[in-house]
């Protein structure tokens, strides 16, 4: 199943894209810790679901934070990548990558892209309009806007 279509079946499933309230609605935990540097991480003990977030950023970053370890929690739900860029060798761009796609996918939908079909935005500025960053935007699937 393509990222999109893993975004339809939950956005249908639970009539929202809010990622705190998808997780919620999963049972995944959220805990805001003070992370430093670090944004945020996705776990599972114990067949309980985490995702963390880093307690300093602001309600915009948590939002995109969420929505991008939810993404890990569907798409990657046994990973645990924070070990794996530690003590491997194995490369977790691909699950990056997916799971930026699927922040983006979620917390930009093509409605609200074909609300902004009349102006003159771009998709940098819509993305920026809805919290996501500038560099990850790009992920977004929008050849059926053009």
Do not use: W
């Not at 279509?5 to 639970?14: F, M």
């Not at 993404?71 to 003590?87: D, E, S, W, Y």
């Amino acid at each position: 199943m393509q990222v999109k279509e893993v975004i339809q079946s939950l956005t249908q499933k639970h009539g929202t894209n809010d990622p705190f309230e998808i997780a919620d609605r999963n049972n995944i935990l959220l805990s805001y810790e003070p992370l430093g540097k670090i944004l945020g991480y996705y776990n599972m003990y114990k067949r309980v679901k985490f995702i963390h977030i880093n307690q300093n950023l602001n309600e915009i970053g948590q939002r995109f934070v969420c929505a991008h370890e939810l993404g890990h929690a569907v798409l990657h739900p046994k990973a645990n990548t924070p070990f794996l860029k530690r003590n491997t060798l194995f490369s977790v761009e691909r699950m990056e990558v997916e799971a930026n796609t699927f922040a983006v996918e979620l917390l930009l939908p093509d409605e609200k892209i074909i609300e902004y079909s009349d102006s003159n935005y771009t998709l940098y500025q819509i993305g920026e309009m809805h919290g996501i960053p500038r560099e990850i935007v790009t992920l977004k699937s929008i050849e059926s806007f053009f």
